[in-house]
């Protein structure tokens, strides 16, 4: 049973538009919410997290929304670029558990 | 220098052949992981160690062992592989408590 979802499984964009990507999930005692970046051929990368304490967080282009009502979060990458084409799961945590991952989101930005 | 390698890199097994996976970091981090990537699923969590001489067992643990024998190393086990344990395994490393984790490169397994 997979404790976070992620939506879209896949997205495109144009070079320069606003991509979105969607996570949910179910435990509430979750606190922890990591986003990471996968290139093909490499592991995951850490790209930005959030806290719960929180509902947004700002990295550059890449910001993350977080409802915590509705345990959902998004992240949002502004002006995306070629370069940022990858795989990208949400991840969450709950004190020093470890991160459950969701299924990904695999972006392509065309030039 | 990489934190977290990985080996062997790339595993042809036989179905009901003993399979290692190694993992070693220079982090100093108390905790680590093993996950699988398939398609779909993302990234499942098999094992995972808060230190050396501990493990515990993750979501999809049937089909796998674990051992930390010290800080640096943790090995992921498959007495009995079979072929649904094909996939890409990930080792990684992290502190306590909101912490990165740092990934390995992965272990692409084939078991025929």
């Known amino acids: 049973q997979q404790q976070v979802r992620q939506s879209p499984q896949s997205l495109t964009v144009w070079e320069g538009e606003t991509a979105i990507l969607n996570c949910s999930y179910e435990n509430s005692a979750f606190d922890y919410f990591p986003w990471y970046q996968q290139f093909p051929g490499e592991g995951p990368a850490l790209l930005i997290s959030i806290l719960s304490v929180s509902d947004k967080k700002e990295d550059g282009r890449f910001t993350i929304f977080f409802n915590k009502r509705e345990k959902k979060l998004s992240l949002h990458i502004a002006d995306s670029q070629p370069g940022d084409s990858a795989t990208y799961f949400c991840a969450a945590s709950e004190n020093n558990n470890a991160p459950r991952f969701g299924a990904g989101t695999k972006l392509s930005v065309k030039p | 220098e990489a934190a977290v390698t990985q080996s062997p890199r790339n595993k042809v097994a036989v179905t009901g052949g003993k399979v290692t996976l190694s993992c070693n970091q220079t982090n100093n981090h108390n905790n680590m992981y093993w996950y699988r990537q398939d398609t779909g699923h993302g990234l499942r969590l098999i094992h995972y160690?808060?230190?050396?001489?501990?493990?515990e067992k993750g979501d999809i643990p049937d089909g796998y062992k674990a051992s930390r024998p010290s800080q640096e190393n943790f090995s992921l086990i498959l007495e009995l592989a079979t072929p649904s344990q094909t996939s890409v395994y990930f080792c990684a490393s992290g502190d306590t408590l909101y912490a990165e984790q740092f990934f390995g490169p992965g272990t692409r397994l084939t078991v025929l």
């Open positions: 160690s808060y230190g050396a001489g501990s493990t």
